[in-house]
């Protein structure tokens, strides 16, 4: 048992770090974005993206043309009409449950109703447990449809009895983000005084382009896809940012920072802030204190989303994310006392319980998407709140089979873990041979597992355990110095591409999900294609950028590795498969 939550936790460590080692590549893309749109807005490839007031259309007129969309009879999903009432929420719900898919024209209008009611709401929400028995507070949800159901059998549907706070972070990651925020919204217009939403550091359309919910957008509603993101671009801007229970209980969905002010925040015109990452998030304290005032708006509301507590007394950039700070138990302490609080309620980090107590119980995280990582990786959790403000925890866990052991539910993850690991290690390929190198001056292919871990650290800045890892990663020689070239071994390149050098090969796998984003943007009509020059042009703009020296010739013998349509445009989703990584060993058993 012993081993077993050793495994545990270094499974649990390297999913945590690689997620918010995306996060980081996230804002490197995020800082691309502008790079582009500061020096290339000629080209005009992302401007109609990034810009997501070019519709000047008026709300009257824009309803009318929703109402104009055409619903045939063959339709069989949920139909709505509004005002909606309780028949439409449970109409929805068996239409989710039997894998229906709302008509666009109903997403449209409920998302136009939606952004209607939000427009006129706080930026922090007051609710009292004065007026109903308890308050259910649910973390995260990321897309897992079968959470949120799960929620409603254990705990009840929403209703003036049995009121709900969800605390941000309604999509991305998984496949049924848009099922989630249309049964959340739809209750949120029957039940507006006992339905409430907080906004999470997920509900911004640049984080949406990278984790899944503009792709699952644009698969399920082809015609209409960009309308409903440019719409939900609006919607998640008005999302309230914080809620205070009895005056008593803050509930944020990332935490806060020594700079933290609940009296500005309630005061800032928050559908004005745009909260995509293209900011620096991490100015020191002083640097903070000579922002201008719209720059210190957006950093009070990027704390509320992005940031972490810590252990450690102080308040520091979150580096590890990229945004926001980590927080000590006397910066939270500081902001109770200051606004005569007792708790902070927060989510945002997945928790292998459902949820965790720090500084002292002052803190909790909540977390309600289980089998985050893989199945079996975490439990789900959600808390009620009563006038008496003690939280109680209920955890769940949505599992497929009817029995997951411990055992195996380690050994699942552990494997998804290490195979992730593994194509991480192979993406900086060239980066730790030349540091496993710099290490072996005898040029022996051995080095110490000292100076392996130091190695693989200063490469890949993960932070994880790589002394209990190296048996899992390499093979060790006779005198016990690892063997570094072995943790490629296993590793390859989908499909073989002669003109294409080694170290592009690499920078292409490396990057993949950023090209991936960058090709659906350029791709206006969502056919799959873009021109040879469009290709050329991204490419050249993003290894610019990115200081990676690829010159144009090596660019061109890439575009002609391709293999062109006959009206000379590149499938970029069959291009990029070929870049996939795949294990041979895997590939055997196959």
């Known amino acids: 048992m012993a081993r077993l939550e050793i495994r545990r936790r270094y499974t649990w460590s390297i999913f945590q770090s690689i997620e918010y080692a995306g996060e980081q590549d ?14 290339f807005t000629h080209l005009n490839l992302i401007s109609h993206v990034l810009d997501p007031n070019n519709d000047f259309m008026n709300e009257e007129a824009k309803l009318a043309k929703y109402e104009k969309i055409e619903v045939p009879d063959s339709y069989a999903g949920p139909r709505l009409s509004f005002p909606l009432t309780v028949v439409h929420t449970n109409a929805l719900l068996s239409g989710f449950k039997q894998q229906q898919t709302l008509h666009p024209r109903y997403v449209l209008q409920l998302l136009h109703e939606t952004k209607k009611f939000l427009k006129h709401m706080p930026n922090i929400i007051h609710l009292s447990t004065t007026y109903t028995r308890q308050i259910t507070v649910c973390g995260d949800l990321h897309g897992k449809l079968d959470d949120l159901l799960l929620i409603f059998y254990k705990n009840g549907l929403p209703s003036d009895e049995n009121p709900y706070l969800f605390n941000g972070d309604f999509v991305d990651r998984g496949k049924k983000s848009m099922e989630i925020i249309i049964i959340l919204f739809a209750f949120l217009l029957v039940y507006p005084n006992n339905m409430h939403l907080n906004r999470g550091n997920h509900e911004d359309y640049i984080m949406n382009l990278r984790y899944g919910f503009t792709k699952e957008v644009m698969q399920k509603y082809k015609t209409h896809g960009r309308e409903i993101l440019q719409l939900l671009q609006d919607v998640f801007s008005f999302l309230p940012i914080a809620t205070i229970i009895d005056n008593k209980v803050l509930i944020v969905h990332g935490g806060i920072s020594d700079f933290t002010d609940l009296d500005v925040l309630a005061s800032i015109e928050r559908h004005k ?9 991490n100015s020191p304290g002083k640097q903070r204190a000579e922002e201008t005032s719209c720059h210190l708006s957006f950093l009070q509301i990027v704390d509320l989303l992005w940031s972490d507590p810590k252990n450690q007394n102080g308040c520091i950039p979150n580096s590890f994310r990229g945004g926001g700070c980590y927080f000590g138990p006397d910066v939270t302490l500081r902001l109770l006392k200051k606004y005569n609080l007792q708790l902070l309620i927060r989510s945002h980090e997945c928790k292998q319980d459902g949820y965790e107590l720090c500084h002292d ?78 290490c072996d001056k005898n040029n022996t292919g051995r080095i110490s597992t000292s100076d392996w871990a130091s190695a693989v650290e200063s490469v890949l800045h993960l932070d994880l355990p790589w002394r209990t890892l190296r048996s899992r990663l390499v093979k060790l020689g006779p005198d016990g110095n690892v063997d570094y070239l072995s943790c490629f071994e296993d590793l390859q390149i989908e499909r073989s591409i002669k003109e294409v050098t080694p170290c592009l090969m690499e920078t292409l796998y490396r990057y993949r999900t950023d090209l991936e984003i960058i090709f659906n943007i350029i791709d206006k009509d969502h056919s799959g294609l873009i021109s040879i020059e469009e290709f050329r042009q991204t490419w050249k703009l993003f290894s610019s950028h990115l200081h990676i020296p690829i010159d144009d010739e090596a660019i061109d013998d890439l575009a002609r590795s391709i293999d062109y349509n006959k009206d000379g445009s590149i499938d970029f989703n069959e291009f990029l498969e070929a870049f996939r990584v795949v294990h041979k060993l895997d590939s055997k058993e196959n």
């Open 361 to 438: 119980g002052k803190v909790i995280t909540i977390f309600s998407a289980s089998n985050y990582y893989e199945e079996g990786s975490n439990r789900g959790a959600y808390i009620k709140l009563g006038p008496d403000l003690v939280p109680r925890f209920f955890q769940y866990q949505v599992t497929k089979v009817s029995c997951f052991c411990f055992l195996h539910s380690v050994t699942a993850a552990e494997g998804s873990a290490l195979k992730s690991l593994r194509e991480k290690l192979y993406a900086h390929k060239t980066d730790l041979i030349a540091a496993f190198k710099d």
């Open 273 to 281: 802030v745009k909260l995509s990452p293209t900011h620096n998030y």
């Open 26 to 39: 996230q804002l490197q893309l995020s800082s691309f974005f502008t790079f582009m749109l500061d020096n």
